[in-house]
């Protein structure tokens, strides 16, 4: 299987390298990581967001700014794509068809194919129009899974806090099945 995965530049970007780690062990990923993201990396993560995925296995790294890519074209297969955190500009942009960098261009891909999109949004409080976006795109066919993860497993630290919404997502992705 092969999947996109952005990493965009809202709070939670360990959402995103947790759900590309698990992903890669059996699927290929496509990823694209925005300049915030990358700085949030450092910020919230403290590591440099290409040296994590550099050289890892079933992970191709793409530079954001290159829309010459084969994932910018509906002819590359993929079985779906997932922003995780999606800022809301990034998300504003998906949901006005921006297509300005290769994340909102792959997005646009996915939607015009009618492939599975999975947005986990990551903002409080959300404004009207961070929720027209979201039902647009939602009316568009895509899933909004809020970065909001659950406390009935009784999670014990912030890595059971961050599996059980990066599980949640992989459930509707269809890769992880409990
Ligand atoms: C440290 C930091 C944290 C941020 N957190 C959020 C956030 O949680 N949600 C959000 O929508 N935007 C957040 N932003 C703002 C976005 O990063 C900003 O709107 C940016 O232009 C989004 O661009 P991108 O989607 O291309 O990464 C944050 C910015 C910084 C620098």
Known sequence: MRYI???????GVIYGKRLVELLAETSEVFLLITDTAKEIFKQELYVDADDCFANRKNIHCLEIH???????????????MVVIPCSMGTLS?????ASDN???RAADVVLKERRRLIL???????????????????????????????FYDKPKNITDLVDSLVKRVLQVLGVWRI
């Open 5 to 11: 995965i952005g990493i965009s530049g809202a709070s």
């Open 66 to 80: 290159n829309l010459n890519s084969p994932i910018a074209s509906g002819s590359f297969q993929t079985d779906g």
């Open 93 to 97: 942009a998906i949901a006005c068809g």
């Open 102 to 104: 290769l994340l909102e």
């Open 120 to 150: 986990v949004p990551r903002e409080t409080p959300l404004s009207e129009i961070h929720l027209t976006n979201m039902l647009t795109l939602r009316r568009m066919g895509a899933d909004i899974l809020p970065a909001m993860p659950c």
